[in-house]
């Protein structure tokens, strides 16, 4: 395999000044059996799990995770310290810590070239923010810390209409949408154009056939305007969408360890009463990256997240970057349905700003208010590892309202 990588230019990572985050993920952080067995051998700590509480949980016969402990109605690693570093990073070494940590926040796709292209989670808030040291000479050793990781694949087609489009022609596709996205005032707007553009492309496509040839002429059309919908007025589907792709993000949350039946239950009816909230819009919410509970009047008596033009500029820079990022474009789905994810995590990410505005005792939303929300969304729908993938349920529903065309129009108008 080449090591020609193909990366932003102004690209930056550090995991200094990093409020660890990836330390405090509703996740188990997975580690192979060798792993574990290195791990348990520091002498240290013993001592550390007895006075937590905690020991490592089987999760598969080919993997464990590190236990999690809640703080403050948080859960975070057991190996965070107090001065919110990595306890065995300190005091062994980067080498010392799971390749889990050593490789996140980056990943790398192989394309038909060889060449490598960098994936980066926007979880991270170096990667999402841009700040730290320029990424590009960090790769060889980033690349060298993924030894055993397979790298990510594209998948050779997606479907189009009656038919379908090969690799090359959806990543044309998907650049001159994430341009359009880019250059567009209004996300929403876009979205339903980009719809149909690609309605119009599929049209074309025969049945069992491939597309061919040319997309036709994209361009911004003025009358094409969505209005935002008041959240009292939005469909119930739009609702239980929204409210199930937030659960798993809700406290409080799985702890990594093995829990009894009758714990398990609690969770479970944790998670349908906060799903009935949202559908609700009453009650309040306690949430990823919000931090306090909020009352949901409140939060959605905000008629709007992208009163601002900043704020539209962002989450259509946001919702572009995940085109260009090839986030969709790692399993078979169709083009209609990368839309449909598109206009989910644009739903969702407007949704979490009203949330952290309330937080912050506002009725209006700002900038700010989407930087978190663009993290909380490709921790559940977008990133390889998302939740949504792990979720049956989620998974499920968010497959099925995919194909139901009304949900599209609904979730735009949420924004």
Same mark, same amino acid.
């Given at each position: 395999?080449?090591?020609?990588?193909?990366?932003?230019?102004?690209?930056?990572?550090?995991?200094?000044?990093?409020?660890?985050?990836?330390?405090?993920?509703?996740?188990? /952080?997975?580690?192979?059996?060798?792993?574990?067995?290195?791990?348990?051998?520091?002498?240290?700590?013993?001592?550390?799990?007895?006075?937590?509480?905690?020991?490592?949980?089987?999760?598969?016969?080919?993997?464990?995770?590190?236990?999690?402990?809640?703080?403050?109605?948080?859960?975070?690693?057991?190996?965070?310290?107090?001065?919110?570093?990595?306890?065995?990073?300190?005091?062994?070494?980067?080498?010392?810590?799971?390749?889990?940590?050593?490789?996140?926040?980056?990943?790398?796709?192989?394309?038909?070239?060889?060449?490598?292209?960098?994936?980066?989670?926007?979880?991270?808030?170096? !990667?999402?923010?841009?700040?730290?040291?320029?990424?590009?000479?960090?790769?060889?050793?980033?690349?060298?810390?993924?030894?055993?990781?397979?790298?990510?694949?594209?998948?050779? /087609?997606?479907?189009?209409?009656?038919?379908?489009?090969?690799?090359?022609?959806?990543?044309?596709?998907?650049?001159?949408?994430?341009?359009?996205?880019?250059?567009? %005032?209004?996300?929403?707007?876009?979205?339903?154009?980009?719809?149909?553009?690609?309605?119009?492309?599929?049209?074309?496509?025969?049945?069992?056939?491939?597309?061919?040839?040319?997309?036709?002429?994209?361009?911004?059309?003025?009358?094409?305007?969505?209005?935002?919908?008041?959240?009292?007025?939005?469909?119930?589907?739009?609702?239980?969408?929204?409210?199930?792709?937030?659960?798993?993000?809700?406290? %409080?949350?799985?702890?990594?360890?093995?829990?009894?039946?009758?714990?398990?239950?609690?969770?479970?009816?944790?998670?349908?009463?906060? !799903?009935?909230?949202?559908?609700?819009?009453? &009650?309040?919410?306690?949430?990823?990256?919000?931090?306090?509970? @909020?009352?949901?009047?409140?939060?959605?008596?905000?008629?709007?997240?992208?009163?601002?033009?900043?704020?539209?500029?962002?989450?259509?820079?946001?919702?572009?970057?995940?085109?260009?990022?090839?986030?969709?474009?790692?399993?078979?789905?169709?083009?209609?349905?990368?839309?449909?994810?598109?206009?989910?995590? &644009?739903?969702?990410?407007?949704?979490?700003?009203?949330?952290?505005?309330?937080?912050?005792?506002?009725?209006?939303?700002?900038?700010?208010?989407?930087?978190?929300?663009?993290?909380?969304?490709?921790?559940?729908?977008?990133?390889? &590892?998302?939740?949504?993938?792990?979720?049956?349920?989620?998974?499920?529903?968010?497959?099925?309202?995919?194909?139901?065309?009304?949900?599209?129009?609904?979730? @735009?108008?949420?924004?």
């Amino acid at each position: 395999m080449t090591q020609t990588f193909e990366v932003d230019g102004n690209q930056k990572f550090s995991c200094r000044d990093c409020p660890a985050r990836c330390c405090r993920m509703p996740w188990g /952080y997975p580690v192979t059996p060798s792993e574990k067995e290195r791990i348990s051998a520091l002498p240290w700590v013993a001592a550390r799990f007895a006075s937590l509480g905690v020991a490592f949980n089987q999760l598969s016969p080919e993997r464990y995770g590190l236990p999690s402990i809640e703080k403050n109605r948080r859960l975070q690693c057991a190996f965070l310290d107090e001065d919110n570093l990595c306890s065995i990073h300190k005091r062994e070494g980067v080498d010392a810590t799971p390749q889990t940590c050593q490789t996140f926040p980056l990943r790398f796709i192989e394309k038909e070239d060889g060449t490598l292209q960098t994936y980066l989670s926007h979880v991270c808030p170096s !990667i999402r923010d841009n700040y730290g040291e320029p990424l590009a000479p960090q790769l060889p050793e980033r690349l060298a810390q993924m030894q055993g990781l397979t790298t990510l694949k594209l998948v050779p /087609y997606m479907s189009l209409g009656l038919g379908r489009i090969e690799q090359k022609d959806y990543l044309s596709w998907a650049d001159q949408a994430a341009q359009f996205l880019m250059n567009s %005032p209004s996300p929403a707007s876009a979205l339903v154009q980009l719809e149909e553009w690609t309605s119009a492309i599929a049209s074309a496509v025969p049945m069992d056939g491939t597309h061919t040839g040319d997309f036709p002429n994209l361009q911004e059309n003025p009358f094409s305007s969505v209005s935002p919908a008041r959240p009292s007025s939005w469909a119930k589907s739009t609702r239980l969408l929204l409210a199930f792709c937030l659960a798993p993000a809700s406290y %409080p949350m799985m702890s990594g360890r093995p829990i009894s039946r009758f714990e398990l239950l609690k969770f479970c009816l944790h998670k349908l009463n906060f !799903i009935l909230k949202i559908v609700r819009q009453k &009650g309040s919410a306690d949430i990823l990256f919000v931090d306090r509970p @909020v009352p949901l009047a409140e939060v959605f008596s905000i008629h709007t997240a992208l009163s601002h033009p900043d704020a539209q500029r962002r989450l259509g820079k946001f919702l572009s970057q995940l085109l260009i990022r090839r986030n969709f474009f790692f399993s078979q789905k169709s083009l209609g349905e990368v839309l449909f994810h598109l206009a989910l995590t &644009g739903a969702l990410v407007s949704v979490f700003a009203r949330l952290h505005a309330v937080s912050q005792n506002r009725s209006t939303c700002e900038v700010q208010d989407f930087v978190d929300g663009e993290s909380l969304a490709e921790l559940i729908l977008t990133y390889h &590892g998302s939740t949504i993938k792990s979720h049956k349920a989620l998974r499920t529903i968010t497959e099925f309202m995919a194909n139901y065309p009304p949900a599209f129009q609904g979730l @735009v108008e949420a924004f």
